[in-house]
């Protein structure tokens, strides 16, 4: 359903661009636009987890680096994973977050064709997460919170990513976050598909935004696993228990963020507000606890998870 929807309202918006930019602008015409515009946005309710998942890779959905802008300040990026590389698609480094100093890092897919291949359209290889875990460690020497935001397709899965090492690097990732001694907290904004998004989401507190999914692989992958048929994509999202609600359900997630009707890019300055109030929420809570109580917290917490949630993956 609301990829027809979608799809309709991209063609008014197109139209509305074009009439802005006639010497004569027919602002009624513009208004009878907007107006349906708005009809269209109204419908995008009661959604399926199919619908979610489109929404959840929507292009025009607000990436990290739009999140960093709005959110955080005094931004100084960090690169290279000190063994001689820079993985594109994993963004991150030090800032200030309400006037306290963090790390902050996380998935980047890029906003165009040229970004999107520069960043491997968000699947990192080994060197993204060692770039990662290198950003953390030095979080924790320096006592600093650390908040990652998840929006990734999966791990890179190519021959050169197991032969440098991709399972080992994600593998090093959760064992290092499970121990982490200083407060971390991870915001599933997208796609969460698998180790990929696992390597950087082992918190204290787990977010979602309200059209986010986070699952053990991607629909289509899950599916061609268990039918030998890609094109069952659609069956597979209602199967995997993939939403936000689904997953607060059996206590994977903390907390939903709530969205803009249609989805975050619909309006997104309203996103960086919720996600800012519920990252500070979480951080004032975890920032009155000692180094051992965070990691034990951190061990409670995974280990809370529903049984029924992991005996289904």
């Given at each position: ?167 080992i690097a994600i593998a090093s990732n959760l064992a290092k976050m499970s121990a982490l001694k200083v407060p971390v907290i991870a915001v599933v904004t997208g796609e969460g598909s698998s180790g990929g998004a696992l390597a950087i989401g082992v918190a204290n507190s ?108």
């Amino acid at each position: 359903m609301i990829k027809e929807i979608d799809a309709k309202i991209s063609e008014i918006e197109a139209s509305i661009e074009q009439l802005q930019k006639e010497e004569c602008v027919d602002e009624a015409q513009i208004y009878v636009l907007r107006r349906q515009r708005h009809d269209l946005i109204r419908m995008c309710k009661n959604l399926d987890a199919h619908d979610k998942v489109f929404l959840a890779r929507h292009k025009k959905r607000p990436k990290i680096t739009e999140y960093i802008d709005n959110i955080f300040e005094d931004f100084f990026e960090q690169k290279g994973d000190a063994l001689g590389k820079d993985d594109g698609s994993i963004f991150g480094g030090i800032a200030t977050y309400h006037g306290m100093p963090v790390t902050v890092l996380g998935h980047r897919k890029g906003n165009d064709l040229n970004e999107n291949l520069k960043c491997n359209f968000g699947m990192p290889g080994p060197e993204g997460y060692r770039k990662a875990l290198r950003m953390m460690k030095q979080a924790e020497k320096f006592g600093r919170p650390i908040i990652t935001f998840i929006d990734t397709p999966g791990a890179y899965p190519g021959l050169e990513a197991e032969t440098n090492g991709q399972s080992i690097a994600i593998a090093s990732n959760l064992a290092k976050m499970s121990a982490l001694k200083v407060p971390v907290i991870a915001v599933v904004t997208g796609e969460g598909s698998s180790g990929g998004a696992l390597a950087i989401g082992v918190a204290n507190s787990v977010l979602m935004l309200e059209n986010a999914v986070y699952s053990i692989l991607s629909p289509e992958g899950y599916a061609t696993i268990l039918w030998k048929d890609s094109t069952r994509a659609d069956e597979a999202c209602n199967m995997m228990k993939l939403t936000a609600q689904d997953l607060k359900g059996f206590n994977v997630v903390d907390d939903i963020i709530p969205e803009p009707v249609g989805g975050a890019h619909i309006n997104p300055k309203v996103v960086y507000k919720s996600v800012d109030k519920y990252i500070k929420k979480e951080l004032d809570k975890l920032v009155k606890m000692g180094p051992d109580e965070l990691a034990k917290h951190r061990y409670k917490k995974f280990r809370s998870i529903d049984s029924d949630y992991m005996k289904m993956i």
